[in-house]
């Protein structure tokens, strides 16, 4: 089992920059892919952006050029650098966790909002 819990989201005005964190604990040696998810208001939840244990990543063409996804071994912790933010960004976002085993698991989200 993996627990997930964000952080980071908030209130930022168009242009601006936020930093999402998603601290990981229990069966973390289990995990295969990392990825962030968003839901905006009244849409299907879609992916972010996606990184591998061995390091590739993957973006979704709305967010490519603006977000980068990291993370931090040593502190178990996953990263979603948004810079240049838009209104349309506004939403939700989960951060997920691919085990080998093909379970997957999810944080409970936290909001973005991004005014104009």
């Known amino acids: 089992q993996v627990q997930l819990v964000e952080s980071g989201g908030g209130l930022v005005q168009a242009g601006g920059s936020l930093r999402l964190s998603c601290a990981a604990s229990g069966k973390i040696f289990m995990i295969n892919v990392m990825g962030w998810y968003r839901q905006a208001p009244g849409k299907q939840r879609e992916l972010v952006a996606t990184?591998?244990?061995?390091?590739?990543?993957n973006y979704a063409d709305s967010v490519k050029g603006r977000f980068t996804i990291s993370g931090d071994n040593a502190k178990n912790t996953l990263y979603l650098q948004m810079n240049s933010l838009k209104p349309e960004d506004t939403a939700v976002y989960y951060c997920?966790?691919?085990?080998?085993?093909?379970?997957?698991?999810w944080g409970k989200g936290t909001l973005v909002t991004v005014s104009s």
């Open positions: 990184i591998t244990r061995s390091g590739s990543t």
């Open positions: 997920n966790a691919d085990l080998i085993s093909g379970v997957d698991y």
